[in-house]
């Protein structure tokens, strides 16, 4: 009987507790259900937690901007100072003594190139010079024949055609003959040769030599690059939304191969559409001479750019978050069981140019700036917030 009466108690107990945990489960079902669903980009923070962050507010400004934009690009050099030198007749290589990197001069010899065909024409060229000087000759004398009717009109027309239908094969031969690098009017019956010396058409350095002794090139074939590296230009990336932000005649620094030395570049053109990846060019002269500057190296410059009134916020109201650049502005005031509240929403932005403490911002399509206030002081606090849900925030 003893044993029954320590059993009673026990299971009103465990009794009692079952009722207490089912209604309190009830009740916490029906708190859960009127819990608000706070959206991913609303911040929720009390009145204390304002304090303890130490959020202040402001307003979106319109202010002149002046900054640094720090862009991309590539040491370029203009077509006129870059040759591609080929043997219009083709032939074969007799003699080279040139090395990617030497320096070379306009007109200087940069490889002997052999060809029967240069013979061919050589003889082709001084034998209708002959020829035309004989119908010259002929056609002076007809013409006098002509003006004392001696001479018939239709003798008159054959001398004149005849003539001039040589001079025209002449000019022609002249042409080729200067075309592979023979001058015409020093060329005579003594000086005939088998032999052309292909020269470079302008001053600098060899890139590049495609040839070896008795190698046959074609005159489609590249056997030299020459580059003038002594007038170079940059050509740079920009973002569509910094078009308006550069012009001509600004001063550009930049640095190559991660070098400490700066260097300068004055932008003379800008470009005139947009790429289909939302950029565009902006092409600089470099300034002065370098040595260890080459086409094609790869550049980091700093152009100080201007734009008019344009929207701008305190950098330290901008905030990073996978890898895209936001704002927090006030939403709404609220109460929540008998607690004051207030929301601050999260608006992507992109950043344009800094300067003295303000960023300017291009805010979403048809937001109002006007009426907006934005987080100017604490922003990484509410950030914080939103990435650590909750801990700072209900």
Do not use: W
């Amino acid at each position: 009987m003893t044993k029954y009466k320590f059993i009673l108690p026990i299971i009103i107990i465990a009794f009692f507790f079952a009722l207490t945990s089912c209604n309190g489960g009830k009740k916490q079902n029906v708190e859960t259900k009127e819990t608000e669903v706070i959206p991913e980009n609303i911040v929720e923070l009390r009145e204390d937690q304002i304090k303890l962050a130490n959020i202040e507010m402001g307003v979106i400004e319109l202010r002149s901007m002046s900054g640094t934009l720090k862009v991309n690009g590539t040491v370029s050099v203009a077509p006129q100072n870059l040759a591609t030198v080929s043997m219009p007749m083709g032939g074969f290589v007799k003699s080279t003594n040139l090395m990617p990197g030497n320096a070379v001069r306009k007109g200087q010899t940069l490889a002997i190139i052999e060809n029967q065909e240069f013979i061919d024409i050589q003889q082709n060229y001084l034998e209708a010079k002959n020829r035309c000087e004989l119908a010259k000759t002929e056609y002076d004398r007809q013409k006098e024949l002509f003006k004392s009717d001696v001479s018939s009109q239709k003798n008159m027309q054959q001398v004149t055609s005849n003539y001039n239908s040589l001079k025209v094969q002449v000019k022609a031969l002249e042409q080729k003959l200067s075309l592979v690098g023979i001058n015409p009017f020093k060329l005579n019956e003594d000086n005939i040769s088998r032999s052309v010396a292909l020269v470079s058409p302008i001053t600098g350095y060899v890139k590049a030599v495609n040839v070896s002794i008795g190698k046959s090139v074609s005159a489609s074939d590249v056997l030299f690059e020459i580059v003038n590296s002594d007038k170079l230009f940059l050509e740079l990336t920009l973002f569509e939304k910094d078009a308006d932000k550069v012009s001509n005649g600004e001063k550009i620094r930049f640095y190559i191969n991660n070098e400490t030395e700066q260097h300068e570049a004055v932008v003379y053109q800008t470009g005139k559409s947009i790429n289909n990846d939302k950029t565009y060019k902006v092409y600089a002269n470099v300034v002065g001479h370098c040595k260890n500057m080459l086409p094609g190296m790869y550049v980091n410059a700093h152009i100080q750019a201007k734009s008019g009134q344009v929207s701008s916020v305190p950098s330290a109201s901008i905030v990073s978050f996978d890898d895209k650049d936001y704002i927090f502005v006030f939403e709404k005031n609220k109460v929540e069981s008998g607690k004051p509240f207030t929301e601050y929403r999260m608006i992507q932005i992109q950043k344009g140019v800094s300067d003295d403490g303000f960023t300017e911002i291009v805010l979403p399509e048809g937001f109002n700036f006007k009426e907006a206030k934005v987080v100017i002081k604490g922003a990484y606090n509410l950030l914080s917030a939103k990435k650590n849900a909750g801990e700072m925030s209900c």
